[in-house]
């Protein structure tokens, strides 16, 4: 629900909401500066630019964006970004009794779930929200939602490893490239390697470590598409900001109509 009472004509035919209503309650901006966004042509419904300042629509089905950056109209969505620590799991009840995402989400008033999954020795960015409908599609690996990883490995990589990495390595599941690959440090015995993938297969990182030679002892994710995890320190959780949303909501606007697949869940 957008918390939005749509009004109704004298035939009792739902009319909508004004824009300049529904974008200032979403707190894109006052009435003023919204009907300003839409006298310079910055406003678009459902792919096409509005012109006309009495434009209504229905907050429930309508797609908006501003700038080209999407906006969610439903103001009872929750989005959360988790430095999600090592030794939790990515669940919100875990049968056996292993800590899992429950803590990190008891402050909020809506009921949140995790956006994919990282395994309890992957430590980084984890997306929490009550969307159920984003978290699916960027859940999906069909998706491809862009990852980057940082990785302590046992050994010194070498340039010709991380061009390995980039031209594609065959594991038992089948061939797999990393979409960018570059060595960070290398010091006592091991290195630090950045992964930039788009795969959704299990444990995918370590395992394209592993089969180069180069055992993962530490992986941390910092990026996941359009959000890095910056300085927030792990086990902490703070709100996305709106420019963070309207990015996130963009990306999975892209595509929403990805199939379903039977198989792979983003675990790394």
Known sequence: MTGFEASTDSEGAPEGVRLQ???AAAGVASRRVVEQYITEGRIRVNGIVVSELGRRIDPEHDLVDVDGSAVQLDVSKRYVMLNKPTGVVSSMKDESGRPDLRRFTEDYEERLYNVGRLDAETSGLLILTNDGELAHVLAHPSFGVTKVYIAKVEGTVLAQTISKLTKGIE??????????????????????????LHSGRNRIVRRMLAAVGHPVTELVR?????????????????????????????????DSGVAEAPGEQENE
């Open 21 to 23: 209503k529904v974008l």
């Open 171 to 196: 594991l038992e599941d089948g061939l797999i490239a990393a979409d960018k690959a570059r060595l960070l440090d290398t010091s006592r015995g091991s290195s630090l390697v950045e992964l930039t």
């Open 222 to 254: 910092r990026q996941f598409g359009p959000l890095h995890l910056g300085t927030l320190p792990a086990g902490k959780t703070r709100e996305l900001t709106k420019i963070e949303l309207g990015a996130l909501l963009t990306l999975s606007r892209r």
